[in-house]
């Protein structure tokens, strides 16, 4: 069950937030031409989320469930800070990371190894954290011997590994996770979703979005599921998996 009553403060309130895009139809002047001559509409709203409200609590591991549109990954995005709401207010305590586009701010002229502490502050680490992480954060990559070759020369997979491995030893209180765990081979996924529940196990706050529904169930407690911008169902992850097959 839901552990948010056993937290003394929310690690996230999401308060009747709404978040609207302008879809375009036309990709050329002149399409744009064309359509303002026979007076078609060049662009329409499209509400990805539409008064969602919901609170998170310290220590709990919650799934974002939904199929393609239902707004599930603009919400982790809202979370993390990189969109802002249109109306409402989502607000988060303490340190918040998130897997979201993995490799954000890497530079390809850069080397593996600054790369890492570029990301990693990027990510709010000091460079005191990171060096005490370094070693951790090259062996977990297992590129070792290309930590000094520019990143633009890595195949995508190594690219993706450095990435994870920076991002998930990263000291942080709310680590939120966007279908990054088919980064990697198989062996690679299994060590990165052990590490994730290490972190939950001491006490991280993770929201997940993935489509892979038997992983969520057994690493989240909670579900989300959204449907058309709105909260269908707020519960166990089980019973939320339910919901959005039935």
């Given at each position: 069950m839901p552990r948010t009553?056993?937290?003394?403060?929310?690690?996230?309130?999401?308060?009747?937030?709404?978040?609207?895009?302008?879809?375009?139809?036309?990709?050329?002047?002149?399409?744009?031409?064309?359509?303002?001559?026979?007076?078609?509409p060049l662009t329409t709203d499209f509400h990805a989320l539409d008064g969602i409200t919901f609170e998170i609590g310290e220590g709990e591991a919650v799934a974002l469930l939904g199929f393609n549109g239902s707004g599930k990954s603009t919400m982790l995005k809202l979370i993390s800070g990189v969109l802002t709401p249109d109306q409402g207010k989502v607000l988060t305590r303490g340190r918040v990371a998130g897997l979201i586009e993995v490799g954000a701010?890497?530079?390809?002229?850069?080397?593996?190894?600054?790369?890492?502490?570029?990301?990693?502050?990027?990510?709010?680490?000091?460079?005191?954290?990171?060096?005490?992480?370094?070693?951790?954060?090259?062996?977990?990559?297992?590129?070792e011997k290309f930590i000094d070759t520019e990143v633009k020369h890595y195949s995508s997979g190594m690219f993706l590994r450095l990435a994870f491995s920076v991002a998930i030893h990263t000291e942080v209180d709310v680590l939120l996770i966007d279908e990054i765990l088919s980064v990697g081979d198989e062996p690679f996924q299994r060590k990165c979703l052990a590490r994730i529940r290490e972190l939950h196990s001491q006490g991280k706050t993770l929201v997940v979005v993935s489509h892979d529904l038997g992983m969520v169930t057994s690493l989240c407690e909670?579900?989300?599921?959204?449907?058309?911008?709105?909260?269908?169902?707020?519960?166990?992850?089980?019973?939320?998996?339910?919901?959005?097959?039935?």
């Open positions: 009553s056993e937290a003394i403060l929310p690690r996230i309130i999401v308060d009747d937030v709404h978040k609207d895009f302008k879809l375009r139809h036309t990709h050329s002047i002149k399409e744009t031409f064309v359509a303002a001559i026979k007076r078609k701010g890497f530079h390809p002229d850069l080397s593996g190894r600054e790369n890492i502490y570029l990301n990693a502050a990027i990510l709010g680490m000091s460079k005191k954290e990171t060096e005490a992480r370094y070693e951790q954060i090259v062996a977990f990559s297992e590129i909670r579900g989300i599921l959204l449907r058309d911008g709105k909260v269908l169902f707020d519960g166990s992850s089980a019973d939320a998996v339910a919901a959005m097959r039935a």
